[in-house]
């Protein structure tokens, strides 16, 4: 596994496992590691995520804090 997926590459190959399951392209002795390997992609999904939440939120803040700061007159 690429250790430094990025959220897109995660889900496009996430996608790719649900269309073939979803078609019946996968026959059943593969089938235990195609679902193996999407819930690896859907942890990789949700750290990103969560990242990007976590990220934003401090940004917010931040944004906030500068905001809500008295203005210097001079």
């Known amino acids: 596994m690429k250790s430094n997926y990025t959220y897109s590459d995660a ?3 996430l996608q790719q496992i649900v ?3 979803e078609t019946g392209d ?3 002795d593969e089938l235990a590691d195609k679902i193996k390997r999407a819930s690896q992609l859907i942890s990789i ?3 990103k995520l969560t ?3 976590e990220e934003v939120s401090a940004l917010l803040t931040k944004l906030d804090e500068t905001d809500q700061a008295p203005l210097e007159s001079d």
Request: charged content about 35%; proline content about 0%.
């Open 45 to 47: 999904c949700k750290a």
């Open 26 to 28: 996968v026959n059943v």
């Open 11 to 13: 889900f496009d190959e």
């Open 51 to 53: 990242a990007s939440e």
């Open 19 to 21: 269309s073939e399951i």
